[in-house]
Every structure is written in C-alpha cells, then in structure tokens.
C-alpha cells in the first residue's frame, strides 16, 4: 500500500517525522507498506523547513510542490494544482495529512477529489474562531477525512457532535509529542545560552507569529514592551518568524532584557523550552510541547483548539490584549503557576498506533 505523507510547513515536520520512522520500522520487518513524501514548499526557508529535515532525520522529498508564499487562495491554488499533477502520475492508496495548515486543507481535497482515501492525523479539534485560517483548514479538512487520527477526548466529541461514525475516529494521542519525547536526548544548547549566560528557569522564551498579534506593528511592540518591563531584568529569549520579522524594526527594540534572534532548529528550541522559566507564545503545538514538559505556558489568544493544555497541562489563555501580561507574569515570578498533569495517549507511542491502523485499511 502507497501512501501520500504530506508536508508544508514547519508545524508538519515534527509530526510527520516519527510517522516515518514507524513507517520504516515495518518496512524493516518485511510489510509492504510504502510512503511517498510530499513536500508542497508552503515554508521554504533553511530555517523553517530544511533545518527540521536534517536534524529530525526525514528524508529528502520525493515531490516538492516549490509553492512558496502567497495568500491563502494563491497558496490554496498552487498546492492543489501541483499535487493533482503528482496524482495523476501516480495514484496512492491513501494520502495522510497533518495538523491544519494551508497544505493540509489543499491536498486533503485534491486527494478526496482524485478518489484516494483521505486520513488526518490531528483531526477533530476545533477553536470556534473563524478568523484564524487555521479553522478553516481545519473543518474543510475533516468535512472529507475518511479516518481521524485524534490526539484528545474533546477532538472525539467534536467529531462525534457532527456525526462523525464512532468507526471512523482513532483516538491514537500525540505525534508531535512522539518528537518530543523521541529526541530528548538529542537536544542542543543553542549559542544564545553562552552569549547572554543564560540559567536554567532564569529566563522567558517568547514566540509570536499570528496575523492576531503580529499584523498590526503597534500591537506586537506593546506586546513587547509589557514582556519586556513586566519580566524586569530577567532575559527573555525572542526567536523570530519570518512573519513578524517584516514587522519589526529591530533597532527600535532597545531592551536590555530582550533577545530578539533568528528562528531556531528544533533540538536547539525544545532545548530552552525545556530550560525556561516559562513560555510566552500564540502557537499551539507549542501548548502542547509545553504541557508534556511541565513549563508554565501563557498563550495571547482568546481560544484554543487544545483545551486539554489548559484543563490538564500548565498552559492558561491570556487573551490577546497585552495588558494580560504584568499580572501573568506576577504570578509566575511568586511561583503561583500551576502544575499540570500529562493528557492521554501522549506517551510517545502514537505513531506506531497510527501505522498499526494503516495496516489494518491496507
Ligand atoms: C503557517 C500556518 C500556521 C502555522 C505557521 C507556523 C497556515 C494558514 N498557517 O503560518 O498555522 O502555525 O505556519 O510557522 O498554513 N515566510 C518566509 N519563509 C518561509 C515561510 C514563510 O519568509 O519559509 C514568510 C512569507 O513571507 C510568508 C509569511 O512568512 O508570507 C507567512 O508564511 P505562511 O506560510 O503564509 O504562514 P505562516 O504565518 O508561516
């Protein structure tokens, strides 16, 4: 059996990446299981996609789409008239999608539409806010999934209130958390803790990158500027996207606290998330990343499509008015966080529950 495994952008490679190694190791025992890796390009640079390859060991794509950025639609676009041309060369079984970015809405249809059986892995969560594209993405994807790979009990009941059959939902937990656990051992201090002299718990990791907080430059520098003053002298560690790198002038950023640097490899990023004193971000994987290793988590958005990092794991939901921050950071600095616990399934296991599933469809 051939399938499709679909990346695009930097939140899809941590979670493909243990797929494949699964993948490999029933190849190794003699199944007939087969993979082909679909790259479509939607993040391009070293930084947010080529880093990621090598350093989680994915191999180089057998097809890679080169689309690029755009807008939605112009990404939207690309995506699905790039993979139709792979499909019709040849045709797999089935296509695996991951997580809810552009890619994954785009190829999901175009695979569902060439006839070819469609499986999400992270299906069924839901924010409730359509502004984020990501929503979107999303229920679009599920609305045409064949199989839901879930990562919680509130993606199962999502599902099952919009009459997704109970056969259809594996309730597998977490591949990204498969990553995390998986390379623990092969993390990498980044050359930002010798520069700055950086202490374990003595310093904020802070990541910012949606349109939310990041499109409008204002916002983002007052996000900054409460950080920055709240957090008083201790460090805070800022890698940033490419995104909200064009809305940023740099040298406008006159902190002593702050350190504003380039975006990070992943053995070099989990590496200060596991050593900080909390995280500050608006992403959601890293709620998730946040929660298995117990580090206090303050999100700047209204929703959550993750509820489970906030009624189980250490992440609380701020709101996106950065006024939220000073008292936040209060607690934390009095040692008034909360400790968190570790969701079901979430054990580093789930991508052989997953491949265990695809042998079963085969
Ligand atoms: C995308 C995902 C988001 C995910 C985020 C993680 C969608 C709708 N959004 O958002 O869910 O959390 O990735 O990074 O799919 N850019 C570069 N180099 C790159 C990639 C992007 O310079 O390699 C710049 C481009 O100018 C682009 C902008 O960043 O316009 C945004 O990239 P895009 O892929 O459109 O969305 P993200 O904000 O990265």
Redesign the pocket.
Known sequence: MLIDLVAG???NFMKIAPIIKAIKKEQDAGSRLSFRLVHTG????KK??GDFFEQLNIPTPDVNLGVG??S?AE?TAKIMTGYEKVLDEKKPEVCLVVG????TMACAITAKKSGVLVVHVEGGIRSGDWRM??EV?RVVTDSITDYFYTTSKYANENLKNQGVPREKIVYVGNTMIDSLLGNLDRLVQPGIWNKVSLEERKFILMTL?R?SNVDDGKNLLEIIREVCSSASNVPVIFPI???TR?MLDLDALKYNNLHAIEPMGYLEFIFLLKNCMAIITD??GITEEATVLGVPCMTLRDSTERPETIEEGTNELLGTDPKALKPALERLMNGNWKKGGIPYLWDGKTSGRIVEHLLSIA
């Open positions: 952008a930097r939140p939607q993040h391009y640079d947010m996609s950025s755009g939605q990404q809810d970015v552009t890619s594209p990501e993405n990158h349109p996207h490419p995104r064009k992403s959601g």
